[in-house]
C-alpha cells in the first residue's frame, strides 16, 4: 500500500492555478514519460552533442548543473536526452521533473517551492527521506527572477535532489547563481556545432581532440591525408552556414533567412525584454556593422562616431551581445594585463551569421571567415577551463591575431590562408615570442604543414582543418 502523499513544506496538495490551467497540468503536459515512461522521440533530435557524455557523468554528483548557450543550439534536446538517459538506467519517470519556465504567468517567488511541494505528492515521499535522487530540470531558468536563491535554499538542505538548470542568457544565468551558489554550480556552455561536431553528424567522419604538440600534430596530419577531400568540402559548408544544428541539412537559399530570424529571436527575447533595451534600431545596426568588420581592428570611438551613439551606449550592446554568445570581444594581450585603451577586435561565436548578415552567398575571400573560425575556436577551447574568459591578439607595429592561453602556456597563433608562407611573414609572431619567451607558435595555412625552426623557436604550419578540427 501507497504511503500518504506529503508535501514539501504545508502537507496541502493543493497547486496554485495559473490562469485557466495548473502548475499540474503543465507539468504533466511537459513530462510524458510519467505515462509513458520515455521521451518522446521528436523531443530527442537526431543526434548527440560533445556535451553530452560530459553531462551524464555530471548528473552523478550533488552539484547543480547549469547549460548555458544561444538560442537554437539544441539546449532543450540536450535535456531530453539526459532525461532519457535516466530512463534508460531505470530511474522512475515520476522521480524526473521537467519545467519550461518561457510561461510568464508560471513565475513568481514561490515558484521553485511549490514544484517540490508537487514533486513530493508526485512521488509519494517525504523530500527529507527521499530514499534514491530526484532529478528536477528547470529549463530557460533564467527567466525566473532570483531563481538562484530559490534553488540555493534547496540545494542547501543536502536532500537527494539533483538541478539541472539551463538559459540561453550568460549575464542572467551567472548572475541569478552568483555568491549564493559559489562552489555548489557547475557551468556548460552549449555553443554550435564546432567543426568536429559538423563533420562527424554530417559527413560521418570521427576525429579526436589533438594535443598542441608537434609529435600529436603530426600524428593526426598523417593520419587524416586520406580523408583531405571530403575535409575540405566539408569546411565550405562548415564556413558558409555555421553550425546551428537545425541547419546542416538545409537548403542554402534558406539558411540565411533563418539564421536572421534566429538573430531577431535571440535580441527581442534575451536583449530587449529582459534588460529593457529600447534603442532596438542602432542594436541591430551594430550587429550589420560589426559582420561586416571582422578581422578589423576597432575601437568603441569609433563604432560610436558611425551609429551616432555614445561609448557607453556601445559598451553596453557589445557586452549584451556577448551575453548571448553572438559576438566576443577580443583585447590586447598585456603582462600584466592592463586596462588600456586600445583597439579590439570583434569575431562572431558562427560565422553563418557573417555571412548571413552580409548576404555572401559565394564564398570567394575565405581568408575572414577563416579567422574569425580560428578565434571562435580558441574561444571554444578557453571555455573549458574558465566561464567568461577573456580573449587575447596582439599588436606592437606587427599583430598577432590571436594568443591562445592554454594551462598556463601562451601559444601566438598567426592565419596565414595560402600555401607560401615566408619567415618575413611572421615578423610579428617572432616578435611576440621574443618579448614573452614563447618557445612555439602555430601558423594557419590553407594546405601546408611544415615545422621550421628558428633561434630555437618552433613554429608549426598547420592547415586550417586541421586545427579547426583537432582543436
Same mark, same amino acid.
Given at each position: 500500500?501507497?504511503?500518504?502523499?506529503?508535501?514539501? $513544506?504545508?502537507?496541502?496538495?493543493?497547486?496554485?492555478?495559473?490562469?485557466?490551467?495548473?502548475?499540474?497540468?503543465?507539468? @504533466?503536459?511537459?513530462?510524458?514519460?510519467?505515462?509513458?515512461?520515455?521521451?518522446?522521440?521528436?523531443? *530527442?533530435?537526431?543526434? &548527440?552533442?560533445?556535451?553530452?557524455?560530459?553531462?551524464?557523468?555530471?548528473? /552523478?554528483?550533488? !552539484?547543480?548543473?547549469?547549460?548555458?548557450?544561444?538560442?537554437?543550439?539544441? !539546449?532543450?534536446?540536450?535535456?531530453?536526452?539526459?532525461?532519457?538517459?535516466?530512463?534508460?538506467? &531505470?530511474?522512475?519517470?515520476?522521480?524526473? %521533473?521537467?519545467?519550461?519556465?518561457?510561461?510568464?504567468?508560471?513565475?513568481?517567488?514561490?515558484?521553485?517551492?511549490?514544484?517540490?511541494?508537487?514533486?513530493?505528492?508526485?512521488?509519494? =515521499?517525504?523530500?527529507?527521506?527521499? /530514499?534514491?535522487?530526484?532529478?528536477?530540470?528547470?529549463?530557460?531558468?533564467?527567466?525566473?527572477?532570483?531563481?538562484?536563491? +530559490?534553488?540555493?535554499?534547496?540545494?542547501?538542505?543536502?536532500?537527494?535532489? !539533483?538541478?539541472?538548470?539551463?538559459?540561453?542568457? @550568460?549575464?542572467?544565468?551567472?548572475?541569478?547563481?552568483?555568491?549564493?551558489?559559489?562552489?555548489?554550480?557547475?557551468?556548460?556552455?552549449? *555553443?554550435?556545432?564546432?567543426?568536429?561536431?559538423?563533420?562527424?553528424?554530417?559527413?560521418?567522419? #570521427?576525429?579526436?581532440?589533438?594535443?598542441?604538440?608537434?609529435?600529436?600534430?603530426?600524428?593526426?596530419?598523417?593520419?587524416?591525408?586520406?580523408?583531405?577531400?571530403?575535409?575540405?568540402?566539408?569546411?565550405? #559548408?562548415?564556413?558558409?552556414?555555421?553550425?546551428?544544428?537545425?541547419?546542416?541539412?538545409?537548403?542554402? $537559399?534558406?539558411?540565411? +533567412?533563418?539564421?536572421? $530570424?534566429?538573430? #531577431?529571436?535571440?535580441?527581442?527575447?534575451?536583449?530587449?525584454?529582459?534588460? $529593457?533595451?529600447?534603442?532596438?534600431?542602432?542594436?541591430?545596426?551594430? %550587429?550589420?556593422?560589426? @559582420?561586416?568588420?571582422?578581422?578589423?581592428?576597432?575601437?568603441?570611438?569609433?563604432?560610436?562616431?558611425?551609429?551616432?551613439?555614445? %561609448?557607453?551606449?556601445?559598451?553596453?550592446?557589445?557586452?549584451?551581445? =556577448?551575453?548571448?554568445?553572438?559576438?566576443?570581444?577580443? *583585447?590586447?594581450?598585456?603582462?600584466?594585463?592592463?586596462?588600456?585603451? +586600445?583597439?579590439?577586435? %570583434?569575431?562572431?561565436?558562427?560565422?553563418?551569421?557573417?555571412? @548571413?548578415?552580409?548576404?555572401?552567398?559565394?564564398?570567394?575571400?575565405?581568408?575572414?571567415?577563416?579567422?574569425?573560425?580560428?578565434?571562435?575556436?580558441?574561444?571554444?577551447?578557453?571555455?573549458?577551463?574558465?566561464?567568461?574568459?577573456? +580573449?587575447?591578439?596582439?599588436?606592437?607595429?606587427?599583430?598577432? #591575431?590571436?594568443?591562445? !592561453?592554454?594551462?598556463?602556456?601562451?601559444?601566438?597563433? =598567426?592565419?596565414?590562408?595560402?600555401?607560401?608562407?615566408?619567415?618575413?611573414?611572421?615578423?610579428?609572431?617572432?616578435?611576440?615570442?621574443?618579448?614573452?619567451?614563447?618557445?612555439?607558435?602555430?601558423?594557419?595555412?590553407?594546405?601546408?604543414? =611544415?615545422?621550421?625552426?628558428?633561434?630555437?623557436?618552433?613554429?608549426?604550419?598547420?592547415?586550417?582543418?586541421?586545427?579547426?578540427?583537432?582543436?
Amino acid at each position: 500500500m501507497k504511503k500518504p502523499k506529503i508535501s514539501a $513544506e504545508s502537507g496541502s496538495t493543493n497547486v496554485r492555478a495559473v490562469g485557466r490551467i495548473s502548475l499540474s497540468e503543465i507539468l @504533466a503536459f511537459q513530462n510524458p514519460w510519467w505515462k509513458t515512461g520515455r521521451v518522446e522521440p521528436e523531443r *530527442l533530435g537526431n543526434f &548527440k552533442r560533445e556535451l553530452f557524455e560530459k553531462l551524464t557523468e555530471d548528473l /552523478k554528483n550533488k !552539484k547543480i548543473t547549469s547549460i548555458i548557450g544561444p538560442r537554437r543550439t539544441g !539546449k532543450t534536446i540536450l535535456i531530453h536526452q539526459l532525461i532519457q538517459n535516466l530512463l534508460d538506467k &531505470k530511474v522512475d519517470p515520476e522521480r524526473i %521533473v521537467y519545467l519550461q519556465l518561457d510561461n510568464p504567468a508560471i513565475l513568481h517567488e514561490g515558484l521553485i517551492s511549490e514544484l517540490m511541494d508537487f514533486t513530493a505528492n508526485l512521488i509519494t =515521499e517525504s523530500l527529507d527521506e527521499l /530514499k534514491k535522487p530526484v532529478y528536477i530540470f528547470l529549463d530557460e531558468v533564467h527567466k525566473l527572477e532570483r531563481w538562484g536563491e +530559490q534553488v540555493k535554499h534547496w540545494q542547501d538542505l543536502n536532500l537527494k535532489i !539533483k538541478f539541472i538548470v539551463s538559459g540561453s542568457s @550568460a549575464s542572467r544565468i551567472l548572475k541569478g547563481s552568483g555568491e549564493s551558489l559559489l562552489g555548489r554550480i557547475n557551468h556548460n556552455i552549449l *555553443l554550435p556545432l564546432s567543426f568536429r561536431e559538423f563533420i562527424r553528424v554530417k559527413y560521418d567522419l #570521427d576525429v579526436k581532440p589533438l594535443d598542441l604538440d608537434a609529435v600529436s600534430i603530426k600524428r593526426e596530419y598523417h593520419r587524416m591525408v586520406p580523408h583531405q577531400q571530403k575535409v575540405k568540402i566539408a569546411l565550405r #559548408d562548415y564556413l558558409h552556414r555555421g553550425g546551428y544544428p537545425a541547419l546542416i541539412n538545409e537548403k542554402m $537559399e534558406d539558411v540565411f +533567412q533563418i539564421l536572421l $530570424e534566429y538573430k #531577431d529571436l535571440s535580441l527581442q527575447r534575451d536583449i530587449f525584454e529582459l534588460e $529593457e533595451v529600447r534603442d532596438t534600431k542602432t542594436l541591430n545596426e551594430l %550587429v550589420f556593422i560589426l @559582420a561586416s568588420l571582422i578581422g578589423n581592428r576597432l575601437s568603441y570611438n569609433k563604432l560610436g562616431s558611425i551609429l551616432l551613439a555614445r %561609448v557607453n551606449t556601445i559598451k553596453r550592446y557589445l557586452s549584451l551581445l =556577448e551575453d548571448i554568445y553572438l559576438v566576443k570581444e577580443s *583585447l590586447v594581450y598585456k603582462k600584466p594585463y592592463s586596462s588600456v585603451r +586600445q583597439e579590439r577586435k %570583434v569575431f562572431f561565436v558562427d560565422t553563418g551569421f557573417v555571412n @548571413a548578415l552580409t548576404m555572401t552567398y559565394e564564398l570567394k575571400d575565405l581568408s575572414g571567415l577563416i579567422e574569425n573560425s580560428i578565434c571562435s575556436v580558441i574561444y571554444r577551447k578557453t571555455l573549458e577551463q574558465e566561464i567568461n574568459p577573456i +580573449q587575447f591578439y596582439w599588436v606592437d607595429g606587427e599583430e598577432v #591575431d590571436a594568443i591562445l !592561453k592554454l594551462k598556463g602556456r601562451l601559444i601566438p597563433i =598567426e592565419v596565414k590562408y595560402t600555401n607560401r608562407v615566408d619567415m618575413t611573414d611572421l615578423k610579428g609572431m617572432l616578435k611576440f615570442m621574443d618579448k614573452f619567451k614563447i618557445k612555439m607558435g602555430i601558423v594557419i595555412t590553407k594546405d601546408l604543414f =611544415e615545422e621550421r625552426k628558428q633561434d630555437k623557436k618552433e613554429i608549426i604550419l598547420i592547415p586550417a582543418w586541421l586545427f579547426l578540427l583537432g582543436i
